[in-house]
């Protein structure tokens, strides 16, 4: 079938209740030359999912470039946080990461901490995004101010 409008679901529909790919989204709609770097990681993590991709590339391109709203996206932060850190337990999750990880997150701190960034706001974003270093400095470099809000004062 052609890539239907309206409220016709198609076979990537499912994508859109990913708070991944809306951060994907996001990412991409800001930073178009991440799309194939992002495509690569996905067929690593994800080759199921690449194919489907690769198939209906028409529909993943109107996904893709859907408007992504605020809200929106600090709910799906939020979906991929507790995602990865199963039911939120007071407000310290625990996390098992690797040293390769652990020296991704500290690469990560050096690089926004003088910014006005905090752990916190490092770990969320290196978590909402799949754990991927590039993606989580890109992310939060876009998204510095809103960021920077969302901290205590």
Same mark, same amino acid.
């Given at each position: 079938?052609?890539?239907?409008?309206?409220?016709?679901?198609?076979?990537?529909?499912?994508?859109?209740?990913?708070?991944?790919?809306? /951060?994907?989204?996001?990412? /991409?709609?800001?930073?178009?030359?991440?799309?194939?770097?992002?495509?690569?990681?996905?067929?690593?993590?994800?080759?199921?999912?690449?194919?489907? /991709?690769?198939?209906?590339?028409?529909?993943?391109?109107?996904?893709?470039?859907?408007?992504?709203?605020?809200?929106?996206?600090?709910?799906?932060?939020?979906?991929?946080?507790?995602?990865?850190?199963?039911?939120?337990?007071?407000?310290?999750?625990?996390?098992?990461?690797?040293?390769?990880?652990?020296?991704? /997150?500290?690469?990560?701190?050096?690089?926004?901490?003088?910014?006005?960034?905090?752990?916190?706001?490092?770990?969320?974003?290196?978590?909402?995004?799949?754990?991927?270093?590039?993606?989580?400095?890109?992310?939060?470099?876009?998204?510095?101010?809103?960021?920077?809000?969302?901290?205590?004062?």
């Amino acid at each position: 079938g052609g890539g239907g409008e309206g409220g016709e679901a198609g076979p990537l529909d499912f994508l859109r209740q990913l708070p991944h790919f809306t /951060i994907m989204r996001q990412s /991409i709609q800001m930073q178009p030359h991440l799309l194939p770097q992002l495509l690569q990681q996905l067929g690593r993590t994800n080759p199921q999912l690449l194919a489907l /991709i690769n198939l209906h590339q028409a529909e993943f391109v109107r996904l893709v470039n859907e408007p992504v709203g605020e809200e929106e996206l600090q709910q799906s932060v939020q979906q991929a946080q507790q995602a990865e850190g199963g039911a939120a337990q007071g407000n310290y999750n625990t996390i098992q990461v690797s040293e390769e990880e652990m020296q991704q /997150i500290e690469r990560l701190e050096q690089l926004v901490f003088p910014m006005g960034l905090n752990r916190r706001v490092v770990l969320e974003s290196w978590l909402a995004c799949d754990r991927d270093e590039q993606l989580a400095a890109n992310y939060m470099l876009n998204n510095l101010e809103d960021l920077r809000n969302q901290l205590p004062e």
